[in-house]
């Protein structure tokens, strides 16, 4: 069981930067692949990024690839999300994933259902 906490998320503008991160505890953390999800108001929680339990793969939604980055440092048990060129449609709450596996195949790893531990979630809103 690996308990997740998200932090970093924040109001700013079209065009801006901001980093959220998910610090995660116990000793197995280096063994779950981790992605981070979000979800708007009325809408389906929707996969963003993926990281496998190494960091040596990442995978991303078309709607942020080369605008995200996914990132984890193990030794700090902690996964990143950069976010570049924020657009007003990438306002959400902002979840982070563990899975049960170090690594996850194409079609698992966008499911949400297919992870077993979540964290709480921080808010990312992006104004025009």
């Known amino acids: 069981q690996v308990q997740l906490v998200e932090s970093g998320g924040g109001l700013v ?10 610090a995660g505890s116990g000793s197995t953390f280096n063994t779950h692949a981790m992605s981070w999800f ?11 990024a993926y990281t496998s339990a190494t960091g040596a793969s990442a995978y991303y939604a078309d709607s942020v690839k080369g605008r995200f980055t996914i990132s984890r440092d193990n030794a700090k048990t902690t996964i990143y999300l950069q976010m570049n060129s ?24 966008t499911q949400a259902t297919s992870y077993d531990n979540w964290g709480q979630g921080t808010q990312v809103t992006v104004s025009s």
């Open 86 to 109: 924020l657009k007003p449609e990438d306002s959400a709450a902002y979840y982070c994933a563990a899975h049960r596996d170090a690594i996850v195949g194409v079609g698992a790893r």
């Open 38 to 48: 979000r979800q708007a108001p009325g809408t389906e929680r929707e996969f963003v």
């Open 13 to 22: 503008q079209a065009g801006d930067s901001l980093r959220v991160s998910c």
